[in-house]
């Protein structure tokens, strides 16, 4: 009853129960079929047009003072897009980021011809005017240059705050270490305007560094590492850079634990005077003990035995930790593997310090007191899997022939991958200066066990060709006019002269062609020669040569006209033997105040010379060694107008003591030279010595036995000696790179008439090796030399310079 009356409220009567006729059914299904219909084809029609998500348009509203494009140029969604939520988000949030903007909101707006996306700003406000104040050490436009701001950016506070400090570190750097500058907090709120007002203060100069509690290292020592200096006018500025101070500190630091000293403190400490002018930097320094190593330990090895890895380590039980031997030990290991295979081995070093109230292992009881600092190291090795080389692929050689590049491989198809070979080969290949760029990597195959080699290098610029003048204290002023060709092929003939001009001409089999002319006033030279490293692609070597040579000494001229022809053999071991002839017509013009023994060798001697040669090159650059070394035994025999023969040796080495924290190194090397003549050899064909490349201290040829003038002069000839011995000693370290190095050498030997010494000589001093990246490889030398020991009719010379290694 209840729902009646509530139906019949809403003004409608509820009749009574009637039962339906067949032809109300009929009728009746008709019209449910019909409304079945009409719903399933309205809900089709619904479905097939939705609202549509295509983007009509995009707008922009708040922006006052930027442009729309500007504002656009934020924004990632455009008209004719498919409308999406996350790049509108993304497009908001890079108008935040901007920092133009203190708040934008986007809204989506679905219309009959698509969504209006639009971006409600709301723009921080622009920088009127930006002025600095205060400012006398720098012009005000040098100070807008380091900061982050300029008139009309918007007003950001961390942006003014990074400007504020930038200024203040301009002004650090320059020695104004109390300088302050501050923002006018009253234009910036009320005008919009950004004023930067500067306190410098004075300049502050250190007037002496100091260290404190340094006793491995000398005072000397540590300050030449630091950069921090007191002032040296004109020479060192001196002025106080708290910046620098610090990244001394942290050297400092450093400096200590390469060396052992693993719990090594540094701080700094600054007095100033009382006008705060002058400032004394003192690096005060708690060495800590230095660690030994006590044990070293392997995990994870299964290919090696711990002590087969240990026998391969500089480190021993009982020596100093340092952090280059750390260094050294990890490459050894990883060659290990590398050179079996296990070319992804992973090598990690973890130092394990022994607690300090522990008592001493039984080895070191004895040692530092019985309180010695240990360390154990533990190698944690990650050995995975071996591989063999599969393919060997040679890319980037459009010039070079691949048999150029193949002949310098210590590795071979098949074969277990060694790192060590592979980085061999790739020195090899940046030795023989065809390319700029060398890269040889591994690279994955479907073989699982298998790495194709990936070998990568890109053309260098092979041909030179150069004029000039050049000068040398040895030969005097010097004109040069000289064509080389690295990578020349004598069998690449142009086909016409129109191909005369393709890159491929005479280029690409690693050959080596010269020619060049050097008219002097001393010194006059002409040569062409032409050699090969390989002869049809075996380990020989070829060379021809053609030569003509005149030189003016004191009281006669040597000239020399003739060919030398020479073939060598590269041994597995970097043994090399080379066999050499040459055949020379000499003519020496003497004036009447030669010596008796030049006068005796006037005339034309013709000679043909036969030389063997033995050589073994361990060094790890031709022209710039650091480690290894080299030894030669030669002996040639001469016929002809005069018969002698001559034997010489040569050992040389190389070591690198320290490498720094920008990995430049620093070298010691040393040689030794010896050479004697048998048989009755012209002057010109004796030994001399003196000049750089010899005995720097000295002038060329300024070491010598001597001949009286056959007129009676007093003018004392060199004649040349029998016997040559020379010995010495060079460390060379970087100055700025390695493209600037520092020298200190000792030379000493001497020149005799016959086999023993009766005399000595021995020179010091410093210099200076500059690599010019024009002339390649080959540094400039400038050297002093100064006498220590010396005969009475030595020739001297303090000063001496060339272009090339001399040691």
């Not at 270490?177 to 009320?190: I, P, W």
């Not at 070293?296 to 026998?311: A, C, P």
């Not at 080379?578 to 013709?606: C, F, K, P, Q, Y």
């Not at 001297?796 to 060339?802: A, C, E, L, V």
Request: aromatic share 12%; with cysteine.
């Amino acid at each position: 009853m209840s729902k009646q009356k509530v139906l019949s409220g809403l003004g409608s009567e509820i009749p009574p129960p009637r039962w339906p006729t067949a032809d109300t059914w009929e009728s009746a299904v008709k019209r449910l079929i019909l409304g079945i219909v009409a719903v399933v084809l309205l809900s089709q029609c619904a479905a097939a047009a939705p609202p549509s998500r295509i983007v009509a348009s995009v707008q922009v509203t708040g922006n006052n003072k930027l442009g729309l494009n500007a504002v656009m140029s934020y924004i990632k969604t455009r008209p004719g897009t498919v409308y999406d939520e996350q790049i509108v988000k993304a497009d908001r949030d890079r108008l935040m980021a901007s920092g133009r903007f203190v708040g934008v909101i986007a809204t989506r707006e679905y219309t009959d011809k698509g969504v209006i996306v639009t971006f409600k700003v709301a723009e921080r406000p622009i920088i009127e005017k930006l002025q600095i104040l205060g400012n006398k050490q720098f012009p005000t436009d040098e100070l807008l240059q380091v900061i982050p701001l300029g008139q009309g950016d918007p007003i950001n506070s961390a942006g003014i705050e990074t400007a504020k400090q930038a200024i203040v570190n301009k002004y650090h750097e320059d020695g104004f270490h109390f300088a302050q500058a501050t923002v006018d907090k009253d234009a910036l709120q009320k005008k919009h305007e950004v004023i930067f007002n500067i306190v410098e203060g004075p300049q502050t100069i250190i007037t002496k560094v100091k260290f404190e509690g340094n006793h491995y290292f000398s005072n000397f020592s540590l300050g030449m590492k630091t950069s921090t200096k007191a002032r040296l006018w004109p020479l060192i500025d001196g002025s106080l850079n708290t910046e620098k101070i610090q990244r001394d500190v942290t050297l400092l630091r450093n400096i200590y634990v390469q060396d052992g000293f693993l719990d090594a403190e540094v701080g700094r400490r600054l007095n100033f005077s009382p006008d705060k002018t002058k400032a004394t930097v003192t690096f005060v320094i708690n060495e800590g003990p230095r660690y030994r190593i006590n044990d070293i330990i392997f995990k994870g090895n299964t290919v090696f035995s711990g002590e087969e890895l240990r026998r391969r380590l500089t480190f021993r039980q009982g020596v100093f930790f340092t952090t280059d031997g750390l260094r050294l030990d990890k490459k050894k290991v990883d060659a290990a593997y590398g050179e079996v295979g296990y070319i992804e081995a992973e090598v990690d070093i973890n130092k394990r310090f022994l607690a300090p109230n522990a008592p001493p292992p039984p080895w070191a009881k004895d040692v530092d007191g019985g309180k010695p600092a240990l360390i154990n190291l533990v190698f944690k090795i990650t050995e995975h899997d071996q591989f063999r080389i599969g393919q060997i692929k040679i890319q980037g050689n459009s010039i070079t022939q691949s048999r150029v590049i193949r002949r310098e491989f210590r590795f071979y198809p098949e074969q277990l991958c060694d790192t060590v070979a592979i980085e061999y080969s790739k020195n090899r290949l940046k030795e023989i200066r065809l390319f700029d760029e060398v890269n040889i990597t591994p690279v994955g195959t479907e073989q699982k066990a298998v790495k194709d080699i990936l070998v990568q290098v890109k053309e260098g610029r092979t041909a030179e060709f150069m004029m000039g003048v050049g000068v040398s204290s040895n030969s005097g002023l010097l004109g040069t006019v000289s064509f080389t060709q690295r990578n020349f092929d004598i069998t690449a003939w142009p086909g016409s002269w129109k191909s005369m001009l393709k890159p491929q001409t005479f280029k690409g089999a690693g050959q080596r062609f010269s020619l060049s002319a050097e008219p002097g006033t001393e010194l006059m030279r002409f040569n062409v020669s032409w050699s090969t490293p390989y002869i049809f692609d075996l380990p020989y070597s070829l060379g021809i040569k053609g030569f003509l040579f005149n030189r003016g000494y004191d009281h006669y001229d040597e000239t020399r006209v003739g060919t030398q022809a020479s073939i060598g053999h590269r041994f597995k071991n970097r043994w090399y033997g080379e066999l050499s002839t040459r055949l020379e017509n000499i003519n020496i013009d003497v004036n009447d105040s030669a010596a008796v023994e030049v006068w005796e060798d006037r005339g034309t001697h013709t000679l043909l010379g036969f030389r063997g040669s033995l050589t073994r090159d361990r060094t790890d650059s031709r022209w710039m060694p650091t480690t290894g070394d080299r030894f030669q035994l030669s002996y040639e025999q001469v016929v002809g107008t005069d018969v002698f023969g001559k034997a010489g040796a040569d050992y040389r080495i190389y070591r690198t003591v320290y490498v720094d924290a920008l990995d430049r190194k620093h070298i010691l090397a040393g040689r030794v030279t010896f050479g004697q003549i048998t048989g009755d050899a012209p002057v010109f064909e004796k030994f001399y010595a003196g000049g750089i490349g010899s005995m720097r201290g000295f002038s060329f040829r300024g070491i010598s036995p001597r001949g009286k003038a056959r007129n009676g002069g007093s003018d004392n000839d060199p004649i040349g000696g029998d016997t040559l011995f020379l010995a010495g000693m060079e460390y060379s370290f970087p100055l700025v790179t390695d493209k600037l190095r520092g020298v200190v050498f000792l030379d000493t030997g001497t020149v005799e008439s016959d086999f023993g010494f009766t005399s000595y000589r021995a020179s010091a001093g410093f210099g200076l090796r500059w690599t010019i990246p024009f002339f390649g490889p080959v540094p400039m030398a400038l050297d002093f030399g100064f006498p220590l020991m010396k005969e009475a009719e030595d020739d001297t010379q303090i000063f001496s310079f060339s272009l090339g290694w001399t040691f």
